[in-house]
């Protein structure tokens, strides 16, 4: 599995979570004499809680990998200065 493959299955059901919660809280909404159920409620809630766990982890992840790599190549490119200016 490569990454960009978990990454859209992430996505994905992050995606289709929120979607299911919205329809069913419109479908318990009208059917019910608009009333939400708590157990309508709490199912809503574990599914925006999974669709933000997935975005913010995979944000936070992407963030901290960018700072990393942008700190190694600042420390790569001093060094290469450093043994540069050495030689001359």
């Known amino acids: 599995m490569t990454p ?5 299955i992430q996505y994905t059901t992050a995606v289709i ?3 299911s919660a919205v329809v069913l809280a419109f479908i318990c909404f009208f059917l019910n004499h608009y009333k939400i159920e708590d157990s309508v409620l709490w199912y809503i809630a574990q599914a925006l809680v999974y669709a933000a ?3 913010g ?7 901290k990998m960018g700072q990393v790599k942008n700190d ?7 060094e290469l200065n450093k043994h540069s200016n050495e030689k001359n």
């Open 72 to 78: 190694v190549k600042q420390y790569v490119d001093n």
């Open 17 to 19: 979570m929120i979607v």
């Open 53 to 55: 766990s997935i975005f």
């Open 57 to 63: 982890i995979s944000l936070a992840i992407n963030t």
């Open 4 to 8: 960009d493959t978990k990454e859209k």
